[in-house]
């Protein structure tokens, strides 16, 4: 079991949480202002997910020019991550 407390305290949020009710699930505080909020969550034990594989279909414009594609992840953290843009080109590859 785990004893104690968290206790948040800035210029914009203020909280307490139970240690014991920190889970998998966020916990959130909201500011309120421009979509800013505090996040309390925990990770698991062990990490299960190595690595992701998707497939997915986007616009792509036809006159030849190029067609910007950023990808998106959030990791186990629930960080966000964003590519560089990878840049498709219509009928470049046969």
């Known amino acids: 079991m785990k004893n104690g407390e968290l206790i948040i305290d800035t210029g ?5 949480l139970r240690l014991s009710d920190i889970g998998l ?8 202002e421009l979509e800013r909020r505090i996040r309390v969550f925990q ?6 997910q190595h690595e992701m594989r998707c497939t997915t ?15 998106r ?8 991550i964003w590519t560089r843009p990878v840049y498709i080109i219509a009928g ?3």
Do not use: M
């Open 73 to 80: 992840t959030t990791t186990e953290d629930r960080r966000c």
């Open 57 to 71: 279909t986007a616009p792509v414009a036809s006159d030849g020019r190029d067609t910007p594609i950023w990808i």
């Open 92 to 94: 470049a590859v046969k």
């Open 25 to 32: 699930y966020d916990r959130v505080f909201d500011v309120g």
């Open 12 to 16: 914009l949020v203020q909280g307490k």
């Open 43 to 48: 990770l698991t034990e062990t990490l299960e």
